[in-house]
Structure formats: C-alpha cells, structure tokens
C-alpha cells in the first residue's frame, strides 16, 4: 500500500496539482487585499481558503503514508518540516492581538513553491550555504561603510549637513550612493559647494559652504567602483560558489539513489536495463552516421 502512496505522491500529475493549489492560495490571500472584493464575496474566498488548507492537510497525510512503517522519515526532509510547520499553524485557535500570525502563516503558504520545485529547492539552498561566506563579505562592506562614513563627515559635513553631517547620515548617504540612486547630486553637492548646487530647498540650513572639485570626485567615484562594482560581485560569486556546490550535493544524492534502487534489483533485471541502454546508444550512433553520410554526399 505505501508502495502506490509513493507512487501517486512521486508522480508528476500530482506535484503539478499541488504547485497549482500553492498558486491558488496566493492568489486568494492577495485577493482578501481588496475590502470591497471582501464585503461582495469573502465568504466564497473564507471557504476556498479552507478548501486548500485542507488540501494541504491531504498531501501531508499522503506522504507521511508513503514512508510506510516509518511515519517518522517524513520529517527527515527539512522542506517537510517547513510545510508541516505552515499548515499546523493555520489550524491554531489564535485570534485578536496574534490574528497577524494566522495571517503571516496564509502568507508564507506561498512559499511552499519552494519545497514543490526542485530547482527553487537548490537555489535556496545555494543562498543559506553561501551565508557563512556572505557575513565575510557584508563585514568588509561595513568596513568600507564605516571608513568612507568617517572621511565624508570630516571632509562634506560642514557643507552638506542634511547628507554628511553625521556618521548614521553618512552612512545612509553611502547606502543610497551605492544603489547608484541620486549620487550624482550628492557629489555635485561637495563638487560645487552648497551655496550654489543642491540647497535651493534649504536656504536657511546651518552650514558652512565650500567646494572640492578635486577630493569630491575621488571620493564617489573611489567608493562606487570598490563598494558596486568589486563588493557587490563577491556576494554573486558566493552565491554562484553555493550553487556550485548544491548542484554537486544534489548529483551525489541522486546517485546514491541510483545504488539503492540497484541492489533491489536482480541480475536478470540489471542485464535488461544494460540491454535497453545499449539499444540506445546503438540507435543514437546510427543516427548519427545517417547524418555523417548526409553531409557527406556531393
């Protein structure tokens, strides 16, 4: 009985099923958005909600029967886990002041198309093993923050006081600048002078106007291609390192799987499964001498 549970939860019709339910259950939470859609047909949407909630509740049954007479493995798999947590939090009698958890709970439903996509799977699991790796990464950007944060209010705070006259100003001046939003005005700012570019909205601010046409330049343009163009690209090439690795966890994996399913299998069955693979081979390689000789002819 478990074997056909497994089968049906295995196949591809059923996994397709589910990512649409997932979908279904986005779209009804985005709709419950709408107040005036609620008041002409929230009881529709309350019920297609429980609909799915139940739905879920069904697939979580269905493979926890797959596993036979080890229930328990179902939560050997940390995408079960999180699926179990998200359902088992829908039915909690929670209300008043927590209705805002019941409701992030709905919301995260959504992110089921994680555990129903194998693809998406390794992805996210490129992004939390490259964490480790990232807070490298963020230190040495905070680093760079803190020490341009500190130049720029020693050298722009007395002329530009609303972008660098703190270090928690400066700092979230250097954020936006990194962005690449707008940093062309806070360097025309410091290039110019405040008395003639960027303080026409605040003609009354205390400051002390001066330009530096030479250090403003160095300053930006220096902390653009070593925050944007290098510090940004490390955090890709991390991520690109985990996905790398993933992949290599996730072809061992399948492999191992391969070795499993080969020794239930007899000898006779094995001969048959080489025989099939040999008829493969030998039909692709007369395909390809059929265009060999195709391309061959004048």
């Not at 439903?109 to 693809?119: N, Y």
């Not at 928690?168 to 700012?189: A, P």
């Not at 239930?264 to 692709?284: F, H, M, P, T, Y």
């Amino acid at each position: 009985m478990a074997d056909k549970i497994k089968k049906i939860v295995d196949s591809k019709i059923f996994q397709y099923f589910i990512i649409g339910v997932i979908l279904a259950a986005g779209v009804i939470v985005g709709l419950e958005t709408y107040p005036g859609l609620m008041n002409t047909h929230g009881d529709l949407l309350h019920l297609l909600d429980h609909i799915v909630l139940y739905i879920f509740v069904l697939e979580i049954l269905l493979k926890i029967a797959s596993k036979g007479s080890k229930p328990w493995e179902y939560f050997y798999d940390g995408w079960n886990v999180f699926d179990f947590i998200i359902v088992a939090v829908c039915f909690m009698p929670i209300g008043g002041a927590y209705i805002a958890v019941l409701r992030l709970a709905r919301i995260l439903r959504v992110f089921r198309l994680v555990s129903a996509m194998p693809k998406l799977q390794i992805l996210v699991g490129a992004l939390l093993k490259s964490i480790p790796s990232m807070s490298y990464v963020g230190i040495l950007l905070f680093l760079l923050f803190y020490i341009y944060a500190v130049i720029g209010t020693f050298m722009f705070g007395q002329n530009d006081p609303i972008h660098f006259g703190s270090l928690q100003t400066s700092m979230m001046t250097l954020f936006k600048t990194i962005t690449l939003e707008g940093w062309i005005d806070f360097m025309n700012i410091q290039y110019f002078g405040s008395d003639i570019y960027g303080y026409e909205s605040f003609p009354d601010a205390a400051r002390t106007p001066s330009a530096h046409p030479i250090a403003a330049p160095v300053y930006f343009v220096s902390f653009i291609l070593l925050g944007t163009m290098i510090m940004l690209n490390l955090f890709i090439g991390v991520i690109i390192n985990g996905m790398e690795e993933t992949n290599k966890e996730e072809e061992i994996k399948e492999l191992a799987k391969i070795r499993e399913q080969l020794k239930n299998i007899s000898v006779e069955e094995e001969i048959n499964l080489i025989a099939e693979d040999l008829n493969k081979i030998n039909e692709s390689l007369k395909l390809l001498k059929n265009r060999v000789n195709t391309a061959n002819k004048p």
